[in-house]
């Protein structure tokens, strides 16, 4: 998966890039869809490791991570994370509730409750890839 990735910043069809951790494949593909339809590249990982993998070599504008990932907790993932690169942008999605204390202690930017509208799931994703332009 990670070895599809390209390294886009000296293109001039540079898109920004959002990488959707999910294991929902239902989900998945329609935050690809959607995003895609809005001009950004988009990759899809089903666990952390995966992710992790490819962090190593890619660094992506945005991380859709989702909270609830089989026997993972997205809540940890993110605190990793922001452990290891402060300036990856992460925002935790879930069907459950999620208190602000918690997105605080995860680290991560903000917080999508599933199902979401389509705009407000486009909304966030633009708001975290404009600051880089």
Known sequence: MCSDMKSDSNNLNYKKTVW?????????EAIKIILEEEGYQTTVFED???LLTCLKNYSPHLILLDIVLGNEDGR?????LKSENRDLNIVLMSANNCSTDEIK????DDYIRKPFELTELVETVSSFTKAQQ
């Open 20 to 28: 959707i951790v999910d294991d929902d494949p239902s989900i998945k």
């Open 48 to 50: 952390s490791q995966t």
């Open 76 to 80: 940890e993932i993110a605190r990793i």
């Open 105 to 108: 202690e995860s680290k991560a």
